[in-house]
C-alpha cells in the first residue's frame, strides 16, 4: 500500500484497514476541516511537508499524538501530520475562494481590519449576504466578486492554471503564495470538478488518456516527466511550476522539452489528454 493514501501508523489504522494492516488499534476518525489560511501535511510530526491542505478544506483525524494530528485529507486521500491547533469543527463549505486570493473582513467594509488571507480554492461557509460581501459562519466578510458556489465548478481547468502565473514555486505548496507542479494541476482540476490526487506519479497513473506520439498537442493536455507534470496552454505552448523559472511560467514547449531532459530529468513520460 501507498504510506501517501494509507491512513496507518505503527500505533492506528483507519477501521476499514483492519486485515490489511498491522496496528495497535482501528478507528473511524473524526472530521475537521482546517481552520488557518493553509497547513503543512507532514510525513511524520516535525517532519519534512509533503502537501498542504486548506482554510475550510476536511480532513479525517485518526489520532493525536503530541501537538499534531495523524489525518487523511478529503480532496485527495493524503495522508500525514498536521498541527492541531490548525484544525477545528467548521461547517459544510458552500464556496470555494474564485480570486487569486482574498481577505477575510472584520465587516463588510473594505477598510475594515482584514483578520486572515485565504488561497484560490479555499472553502468557506456563507451565513449571510449584504450588498458587496457575503458574512460567513465565522463572522468574518468576503467580497462577493471573490467567491464561487461549490456545486458551479469551472469549465476550462488551464484557465485556472494561468489565474496562478507567477505564483512562487514551493516543493509540497497548494497556494498561491508557493505551489508546485502537481499542486499546479490539481487546483486546476479539483476547481473544474475533477478528482485529482497529489502528487505526479500519481496524476499519470490516475488522469486522461494517453495521446499518440505523432499526435498534436492541444489546450488542457498534460505532459508528465519522471517527477514533473504541465499543462498545454495551446499546442505550442507549456504552463508549469517549475524550478528552472522558480515559478509558474509559460515556456515554449519543445525548448522545455530538451531543456528538462538536459537537466538530468529524462525525457516526456506521458502525454495525457483528459475528457
Same mark, same amino acid.
Given at each position: 500500500?501507498?504510506?501517501?493514501? +494509507?491512513?496507518? @501508523?505503527?500505533?492506528?489504522?483507519?477501521?476499514?484497514l483492519?486485515?490489511?494492516?498491522?496496528?495497535?488499534?482501528?478507528? !473511524?476518525?473524526?472530521?475537521?476541516?482546517?481552520?488557518?489560511?493553509?497547513?503543512?501535511?507532514?510525513r511524520?510530526?516535525d517532519?519534512?511537508r509533503?502537501?498542504?491542505v486548506?482554510?475550510?478544506?476536511d480532513?479525517?483525524v485518526? !489520532?493525536q +499524538?503530541? @501537538?499534531?494530528?495523524f489525518?487523511?485529507?478529503?480532496? =485527495?486521500?493524503?495522508?500525514? /501530520?498536521?498541527? %492541531? +491547533?490548525?484544525?477545528?469543527?467548521?461547517?459544510?463549505?458552500?464556496?470555494?475562494? %474564485?480570486?487569486?486570493?482574498?481577505?477575510? /473582513?472584520?465587516a463588510?467594509? *473594505?477598510?475594515?481590519? =482584514?483578520h486572515?488571507?485565504?488561497?484560490?480554492?479555499?472553502?468557506?461557509?456563507?451565513?449571510?449576504e !449584504?450588498?458587496?460581501f457575503?458574512?460567513? +459562519? @465565522?463572522?468574518?466578510?468576503?467580497?462577493?466578486?471573490?467567491?464561487?458556489?461549490v456545486?458551479?465548478? *469551472?469549465?476550462?481547468?488551464?484557465?485556472?492554471?494561468?489565474?496562478? *502565473?507567477g505564483s512562487? /514555486?514551493l516543493?509540497?505548496g497548494?497556494?498561491?503564495?508557493g505551489?508546485?507542479?502537481?499542486?499546479?494541476?490539481?487546483?486546476?482540476?479539483?476547481?473544474?470538478?475533477?478528482?485529482?490526487?497529489?502528487?505526479?506519479?500519481?496524476?499519470?497513473?490516475?488522469l486522461?488518456?494517453?495521446?499518440?506520439?505523432?499526435?498534436p498537442?492541444?489546450?488542457?493536455d498534460?505532459l508528465?516527466?519522471?517527477?514533473?507534470?504541465?499543462?498545454?496552454?495551446?499546442a =505550442?505552448?507549456?504552463?508549469?511550476?517549475?524550478v528552472?523559472?522558480m515559478?509558474?511560467?509559460? !515556456?515554449?514547449?519543445?525548448?522545455?522539452?530538451?531543456?528538462?531532459?538536459?537537466?538530468?530529468?529524462?525525457?516526456v513520460?506521458?502525454?495525457?489528454?483528459?475528457?
Amino acid at each position: 500500500m501507498d504510506p501517501r493514501l +494509507t491512513p496507518a @501508523n505503527d500505533r492506528v489504522a483507519a477501521s476499514f484497514l483492519q486485515g490489511q494492516v498491522q496496528a495497535e488499534r482501528f478507528v !473511524e476518525g473524526e472530521r475537521r476541516q482546517v481552520t488557518q489560511s493553509f497547513a503543512d501535511l507532514l510525513r511524520r510530526p516535525d517532519g519534512a511537508r509533503d502537501r498542504q491542505v486548506l482554510f475550510g478544506e476536511d480532513v479525517q483525524v485518526f !489520532e493525536q +499524538t503530541g @501537538n499534531y494530528s495523524f489525518v487523511q485529507a478529503a480532496k =485527495d486521500g493524503y495522508c500525514g /501530520y498536521v498541527l %492541531s +491547533t490548525a484544525l477545528g469543527e467548521v461547517p459544510d463549505a458552500t464556496h470555494i475562494i %474564485s480570486a487569486r486570493s482574498t481577505h477575510l /473582513y472584520q465587516a463588510p467594509d *473594505f477598510k475594515s481590519p =482584514d483578520h486572515i488571507a485565504l488561497s484560490f480554492g479555499a472553502r468557506v461557509a456563507v451565513a449571510h449576504e !449584504e450588498k458587496k460581501f457575503f458574512e460567513l +459562519t @465565522n463572522g468574518l466578510w468576503v467580497p462577493k466578486p471573490h467567491l464561487r458556489p461549490v456545486d458551479h465548478p *469551472f469549465q476550462d481547468p488551464v484557465t485556472i492554471a494561468q489565474l496562478h *502565473f507567477g505564483s512562487p /514555486y514551493l516543493w509540497g505548496g497548494n497556494t498561491v503564495w508557493g505551489l508546485d507542479c502537481s499542486a499546479l494541476v490539481q487546483a486546476a482540476l479539483v476547481a473544474c470538478g475533477v478528482e485529482c490526487p497529489g502528487d505526479s506519479d500519481l496524476q499519470e497513473q490516475a488522469l486522461g488518456r494517453d495521446i499518440p506520439a505523432d499526435a498534436p498537442l492541444q489546450r488542457g493536455d498534460l505532459l508528465f516527466w519522471d517527477g514533473h507534470v504541465g499543462f498545454m496552454v495551446d499546442a =505550442d505552448t507549456l504552463i508549469h511550476a517549475n524550478v528552472h523559472h522558480m515559478a509558474v511560467a509559460y !515556456e515554449p514547449v519543445q525548448p522545455a522539452i530538451v531543456r528538462i531532459e538536459a537537466q538530468g530529468d529524462g525525457p516526456v513520460t506521458a502525454r495525457k489528454r483528459l475528457g
